[in-house]
Every structure is written in structure tokens, then in C-alpha cells.
Nanobody, 123 residues
Framework: QVQLVESGGGLVQTGGSLRLSCAAS????????MGWFRQAPGKEREFVGC????????YYADSVKGRFTISRDNAKNTVYLQMDSLKPEDTAVYFC????????????????WGQGTQVTVSS
């Protein structure tokens, strides 16, 4: 069992940056690949990116490639999403998920989810 808690969301202006964190409970965190997704009002949950269990490989959606960076610290049971050059279309609730498969961009196939954190980018 893995429990995930996201934090770090907030309001930021266009072009700004935010770093989201996803803290995991349980000793098996390092066995899971971790993914970030987002969901805007009235839209489907969208894949953002994911990172392999060791942190040595990442995979991103084209919409965020070059602007967002995923990293993890297995000693702290935490995965991060650094978001730079934010745009209004990045506004959404951001979720982290844990998966035994990497890479994995389909949200229903993730094993565990956090409750999400709101990111709002003002124009």
C-alpha cells in the first residue's frame, strides 16, 4: 500500500515557476515509477510525465517538454515536478500516481493516486 500526498500548488503569473511535491508513505516507494497528471475543469485527466523507480529516466508529454522536470528523492520518499515558463493552459489540478510500469501514460493503469493540488496560472 502506498499513500500519496501532493503539495506546492498555488497561484502564479504567466512565465513563472512552481515546484510540486508528492510525498509517499510506505517502504516500497523506490519500487514504483511515479507519474504526474493534471485535470482541468471539464477535461479528461492528462498525462504530464513520469519517472522510473531509480530516477535515471523520465518521459514527458509534448505539451510540457522543455518546461517541466520530474525528479525524485527515494531517501525522502518524494517525487517533484518543477514547472517553469508556466502558461494559463497549465492551470489544472495536478495529481501524482504510482505505477509498477514505466513508462506509463494512461491514468487508469496507475496503482495509487494522491488527492491533487491546484495550480492556477494567471494571464
Amino acid at each position: 500500500q502506498v499513500q500519496l500526498v501532493e503539495s506546492g500548488g498555488g497561484l502564479v503569473q504567466t512565465g513563472g515557476s512552481l515546484r510540486l511535491s508528492c510525498a509517499a508513505s510506505g517502504r516500497t516507494f523506490s519500487r514504483y515509477a511515479m507519474g504526474w497528471f493534471r485535470q482541468a475543469p471539464g477535461k479528461e485527466r492528462e498525462f504530464v510525465g513520469c519517472i522510473i523507480w531509480s530516477g535515471s529516466s523520465t518521459y514527458y508529454a509534448d505539451s510540457v517538454k522543455g518546461r517541466f522536470t520530474i525528479s525524485r528523492d527515494n531517501a525522502k520518499n518524494t517525487v517533484y515536478l518543477q514547472m517553469d515558463s508556466l502558461k494559463p493552459e497549465d492551470t489544472a489540478v495536478y495529481f501524482c500516481g504510482a505505477s509498477s510500469i514505466f513508462p506509463l501514460s494512461t491514468w487508469p493503469d496507475y496503482d495509487y493516486w494522491g488527492q491533487g493540488t491546484q495550480v492556477t496560472v494567471s494571464s
